[in-house]
C-alpha cells in the first residue's frame, strides 16, 4: 500500500489497494478476505485502547 503508519491509510489508498490485488488476480472472495483481516486487525487495536482513530476498512464496500 505505500503507507507506513496506520493513521495515514485513507478510503482512497485502500480502494487502490483493492485495484492492485484484483489487477494481480486475485478473486474478489479473496480481496474480500483480505480486506476483512485488516479490518479485524484494526478493531482489535481499538479495542485493546492501541490505536484511538476510527477503522478506515469500515469505510470499504466489499467486491462483488
Not at 483493492?18 to 479495542?47: C, E, Q, W, Y
Request: net charge positive; aromatic share 6%.
Amino acid at each position: 500500500m505505500g503507507v507506513s503508519r496506520a493513521d495515514q491509510l485513507t478510503k482512497k489508498t485502500i480502494t487502490d489497494y483493492r485495484v492492485v490485488m484484483m489487477n494481480d488476480g486475485l478473486k474478489p472472495a479473496s480481496v474480500n478476505r483480505h480486506l476483512a483481516i485488516m479490518s479485524g486487525m484494526f478493531t482489535k487495536l481499538i479495542d485493546a485502547g492501541e490505536y484511538h482513530s476510527h477503522n478506515p476498512f469500515r469505510e470499504i464496500k466489499p467486491v462483488t
